[in-house]
């Protein structure tokens, strides 16, 4: 079956530290790979995607690369911000039916 | 362009109430979905629709119904409210069901309490 394992949280980091968020994933086939961002009382926002192996998805200074032999997705950012204090999910995309599935979150606290 | 709006965006219910929970998006999507979000758990698919007519149950579809009238709108309803139903509820619309391709778009949530 489809599933994701992040990294459990929460993650506690301060200003300009080096981020990775770990995401694993088990899958039929071969799924597109997301990350969205939840701000505090929001929705949640596409942050990056990659829809095939070794593709490079990043936006806002974030980055992540389509593992498909070690089957990661691990969310990277070199200079973390006090704004990008957030829950980051992990989730795949499967060509069948359109779901998505989602990993559990991981909460980024970032101190000034 | 709005994105996904939803209504209400808190709701307060007593147990064995039933209530409508609002979806719409403007961006003419195929795909359409229901989220629930509860601590820990990340996001679990309630129902979704592939296309106006067109709707199926997700993972946890117990206690909930749905309708796709039209291609905008995909409102959920709680039959029968129980305080488990307490939780974060999302809509996300998506341009195709079948190309994987294509992101989800979110709306901003509806947060229900049962009590």
Known sequence: ?????????????????????????????????????????????????????DDKGSNKGFEATYRKETTSFHLEKGSVQVSDSAVYFCALKHSTLGRLYFGRGTQLTVWP | NAGVTQTPKFQVLKTGQSMTLQCAQDMNHEYMSWYRQDPGMGLRLIHYSVGAGITDQGEVP??????????????????????????????????????????????????????
């Not at chain 1, 300009?16 to 088990?26: G, H, M, P």
């Open chain 1, 1 to 53: 079956g489809n599933s994701v394992t992040q990294m459990e949280g929460p993650v506690t980091l301060s200003e300009e530290a080096f981020l990775t968020i770990n995401c694993t994933y088990t899958a039929t086939g071969y799924p597109s790979l997301f990350w969205y961002v939840q701000y505090p009382g929001e929705g949640l926002q596409l942050l990056l995607k990659a829809t095939k192996a």
């Open chain 2, 62 to 115: 117990n206690g909930y119904n749905v309708s796709r009238s039209t291609t905008e709108d995909f409102p959920l309803r709680l039959l029968s409210a129980a305080p488990s139903q307490t939780s974060v509820y999302f809509c996300a619309s998506s341009y195709s069901a079948s190309d994987r391709t294509y992101e989800q778009y979110f709306g901003p949530g509806t947060r229900l309490t049962v009590t």
